[in-house]
């Protein structure tokens, strides 16, 4: 053998050697040991049968010449050479089908009362069958009419699809439901207590899954340099062995890596299952001799040897698939009075016939407790999930409700999700590029263009309705984090099939996912950030977390420019950036994964209605008959829209009109809109220091009122001073965003969620009235067209009007000092001038502004439970003194009325009434 054949096959027949050994093992496990076989098994089975299929195809192709150069290749070879690839490449898509089929249906024996866990594995399981199914449909129809896949000289009325183009489109779904079949199982198995030797099993265990997506990257770029060595002649090269294109020499390296992908995953499937074989086997392989603990002598154990004998009943949810609760763990082997679920004493031996499949759980151990059920740790009710306990190395417990922090508690959570506000402007500045280079190498228009824009606003439209709400509403922010990241990591793999068929569909498809995913990050982040602390400081800390994501948006264009897109002229450099977007798709997940472990504070719908009703009286003046809290909020989403419209407006036609007003300027238009973009990025910081000063709807109508003269000004100025005055509308555009979003959000209690919501569907303006701007500017040129960014900002005025003339609104949204959810304080007696000058002290300016002492101050005296925490305790007392239940009654109703008496007071010194 010559070329690239002996490695090829050495590495094939190796590891497709050691995926028939664990298959073999798998079996002798289930057969002779646990005695009772899965539908996960006869999957993995069903899965091993293709992958010989598969293997030995590439074995027949690599001895027909596959691994050497296309003119080594004999003339009697071909048929059989090209009848070999087309087998392998049929075969690829069900190999890995069925791999993962098993490992998902697997993890659907775990528990049975998870219902986010067993929901994620059926989208999974749906995803993984419907697009193996769909592409080996594609696989098998390569060419029209079918018999030119084994002709060398294909006609030239066939058409065929390139393979290795096909192959590289399918990357980013392969690598997302590996990431998915990786990830999924680590919530379950975070929180059991296990053995040092089971930690080490457990890591190498779960590295071998890492491996699988290693390889399929690794595979990936074995495919992509085959594609970027044939210049990705797209319409031209198919599979055969056409003049010049070598198909046999650049594709053999790329499917020896799929036979490795494929078999590794048989392996890290089969792993699980060989627990009661080892135990059987090497028993002292799995004793952790460092737990100091023996045998008991009844025959009583909690896990597996080595750990402590106390009987430990065992939760049905954890027994794997069992139908009952007697089923008994393997690792109890050699017991024949083990506990059963019920903590009765079930005879028997895990061998016999009765026993159920063995779970992932058996495998490596038990719980510390029972599986929690994932609806337990919903957020949104006043009642907060258990503590999250990583391994038993680190117990991370929930904060407190996010309304009950102050300045200094809410630093580490803001900082937290202000990592998320950089991520999307990272994003949202690397897809302006992308676009621009993706529409210079196909030639698009610049209506085509305003579609790729339009595209990404497009998931604002119906990404926080379709999924930010009901996440946010059941399971609360951090799981809307997680799930708008998840979507985001989709959105950017995405772009790699849309690259390397340069479809303009496929990269309007990817823009929109990766809209979609960011707007049901938003729908979270923003409200977070504005309810995480104090409310009087609101608009500060939103302005200061979306100055980050400006600071973002600035440095991803410089990136993409000066490094990564730098030297993209074509195709073949425009699928190579990829790599940039798979390394953001992986730190999504990861920063996912980090998110459902962090501490991150929650607000139920109670602790914000409470909050909300200490300013009653203020929401609920009516103003033309509506209450004043809702009319706030209806024109606040009315000013977001249009804002938002006229910011993205100015961002599209930026380029456009700095060419038009200074055609001969040193400066390109990338680097006036780098400007711009910093310009903005520093106007957020300085509205954030503004408002220690002043009030925010004071700073709300001057940025509007800049922007309206500012615009005006680029109509009608020319040159240098047109230019100045479009960097100054940046500048007053920068704090809108966050003032409009946290006043509006003041007051509306319960539906807060939903008023968030709202305001993030409302960024979709950024959708539309680029086309309309693009128009007018075909209509009546550049300074004309910027007649419609006047009137979106005049039309979003209509809301810092309504702000500052309305004497009932100024109420209502005018922050109070020491506004959050505090607990109950003791006080001696009410502070009567105290309350009097904060009253009026809070019309007259920014934060700094409000007087601050020992009274107005209540983080400096001492706490003191709420009146249901009392009444619990008592109660909780009480239930061992059954004989003294009436005096301890009295007792607790007395405590109670006392406290609650006091209640009313401390209202109306919150609310600085």
């Known amino acids: ?101 098993s490992i998902l249906v697997f993890y659907l024996t775990l528990t049975r009362n998870q219902k986010v866990f067993r929901y994620a594995n059926y989208v999974t399981l749906f995803v993984v069958n419907a697009a193996g199914f769909a592409l080996t449909l594609i696989n098998i129809f390569q060419c029209h009419p079918l018999d030119a896949v084994f002709l060398s000289d294909v006609p030239a009325h066939a058409k065929c699809t390139d393979i290795v183009t096909l192959y590289l489109s399918s990357s980013p779904v392969n690598i997302i439901t590996d990431l998915a079949i990786l990830f999924l199982p680590i919530p379950l198995l975070t929180t059991m207590r296990l053995p040092w030797k089971q930690k080490i099993i457990l890591v190498i265990t779960f590295s071998f ?77 799995l004793r952790d001799t460092s737990d100091g603990s023996t045998s008991s002598p009844h025959g009583f154990s909690a896990g597996a040897p080595g750990e402590s004998q106390v009987p430990v009943p065992l939760p049905a949810a954890v027994l794997g698939s069992s139908a009952s609760p007697t089923a008994l763990s393997p690792v109890n082997e050699g017991n024949k009075d083990l506990p059963n679920g019920d903590g009765n004493v079930s005879a028997g031996r895990p061998g016999s016939r009765d026993s159920e499949p063995i779970g992932i759980l058996d495998f490596l151990g038990h719980p510390e407790t029972g599986a929690l059920d994932t609806e337990l740790g919903t957020h949104t009710s006043a009642s907060y999930g258990p503590d999250i306990t990583f391994f038993d190395f680190v117990n991370m417990k929930n904060p407190e409700s996010m309304l009950k922090l102050n300045n200094r508690e809410s630093i580490a959570p803001i900082a937290l999700t202000t990592l998320l506000f950089f991520l999307w402007g990272f994003a949202y500045g690397l897809l302006d590029i992308l676009n621009s280079q993706f529409q210079t190498i196909v030639r698009l228009g610049s209506w085509h263009s305003l579609g790729l ?14 999924v930010g709400r009901p996440v946010l509403k059941i399971w609360g922010f951090k799981s809307t984090f997680i799930t708008g990241l998840c979507i985001y990591a989709c959105g950017t793999l995405i772009f790699w099939p849309s690259a390397v068929l340069t479809s303009t569909p496929a990269f309007i498809l990817s823009n929109f996912i990766v809209g979609f995913g960011l707007a049901v990050l938003e729908t979270a982040a923003n409200p977070f950030i504005a309810l995480c602390g104090p409310l009087e400081n609101s608009e500060i800390r939103l302005n200061i977390s979306q ?52 501490p991150i504070p929650e607000a139920s719908d109670e602790d914000l209605e409470e909050l909300a009703n200490r300013r009653r009286e203020d929401n609920m003046t009516k103003v033309i ?27 599209t036609a930026l380029q456009r009109f700095v060419t038009s007003a200074s055609p001969d300027s040193s400066l390109g238009a990338f680097d006036f809109l780098t400007i711009g973009h910093s310009v903005f990025a520093v106007g957020r910081f300085l509205a954030a220091f503004a408002q220690w000063f002043l009030k925010p709807r004071w700073i709300l109508m001057v940025s509007y009122i800049g922007m309206i003269v500012c615009s005006v000004l680029c109509m009608k100025t020319s040159g240098t001073a047109a230019i100045v005055m479009a960097m100054l509308l940046y500048l007053f555009e920068s704090g809108a965003f966050s003032i409009i979003f946290a006043i509006s959000l003041r007051g509306t209690a319960q539906h807060t969620k939903t008023a968030a919501v709202l305001l993030t569907m409302a960024i979709s303006g950024g959708t539309f009235f680029p086309f309309a701007e693009y128009a007018a500017y075909l209509a009546h040129g550049e300074s004309y067209a910027f007649c419609v960014i006047v009137a979106l900002f005049c039309a979003g005025a209509i809301f810092p009007i309504y702000l500052n003339f309305v004497p009932a609104v100024k109420k209502q949204v005018d922050p109070v000092p020491n506004e959050y959810l505090r607990r109950h304080r003791r006080r001696t007696r009410p502070p009567v001038d105290t309350m009097h000058r904060e009253k009026v002290n809070t019309a007259l300016g920014g934060v700094l502004s409000r007087p601050r002492s020992l009274v107005s101050n209540p983080d400096h005296l001492p706490d003191l439970l709420l009146p249901e925490e009392i ?6 007392r009480d239930i061992p003194r059954a004989k003294s239940s009436s005096g301890s009654s009295s007792r607790v109703n007395s405590s109670y009325s006392h406290n609650s008496g006091s209640k009313p007071r401390f209202s109306t010194r919150s609310n600085g009434s």
Not at 264 to 283: A, D, N
Not at 638 to 647: E, K, L, R
């Open 1 to 101: 053998m010559e070329g690239r054949q002996p490695a090829t096959l050495g590495v094939s027949i190796t590891f497709f050697s050691i995926a028939t050994v664990f298959v073999a093992l798998r079996f002798i496990s289930r057969v002779f040991v646990v005695r009772k076989i899965g539908l996960h098994d006869w999957l993995m089975l069903v899965a091993w049968i293709i992958d010989f299929g598969f293997s030995f195809s590439l074995f027949f192709a690599v001895r027909k010449g596959l691994g050497l150069h296309s003119s080594e290749i004999k003339t009697e070879d071909e048929l059989a050479f090209n009848t070999a690839d087309y087998i392998f490449t049929v075969l690829y898509n069900p190999a890995l089908m069925a791999v993962k089929t």
């Open 209 to 285: 899954g890492f491996f699988v997506a290693v390889v399929d990257v690794v595979r990936i770029a074995f495919l992509q340099q085959a594609a970027i060595s044939r210049s990705l002649e797209f319409k031209s090269i198919h599979i055969q062995n056409i003049g010049g294109v070598d198909f046999s020499w650049y594709a053999s390296l790329s499917f020896m890596w799929s036979v490795v992908e494929v078999n590794i995953s048989i392996i890290c499937g089969c792993v699980p299952s060989l627990k009661p074989l080892v135990t059987r086997l090497v028993p002292k392989l």
């Open 453 to 466: 824009h339009g595209a990404y606003f497009g998931g604002y439209v119906v990404g926080p309705l379709l």
């Open 547 to 598: 100055g980050v994501q400006a600071v973002g948006s600035v440095l991803s264009p410089l990136l993409a420019k000066r490094v990564l897109f730098k030297n993209v002229q074509d195709v073949a450099s425009l699928v190579d950036v990829q790599w940039a977007y798979l390394g953001i798709a992986f730190f999504d997940v990861l920063l996912a994964v980090a998110f459902y472990y962090l």
């Open 625 to 651: 008959g509506i209450p004043v809290v809702w009319l706030t909020l209806g024109l606040g989403i009315w000013s977001q829209f249009f804002y938002v419209a006229g910011q993205e407006v100015l961002s």
């Open 871 to 876: 009444h619990q305790n008592s109660l909780a």
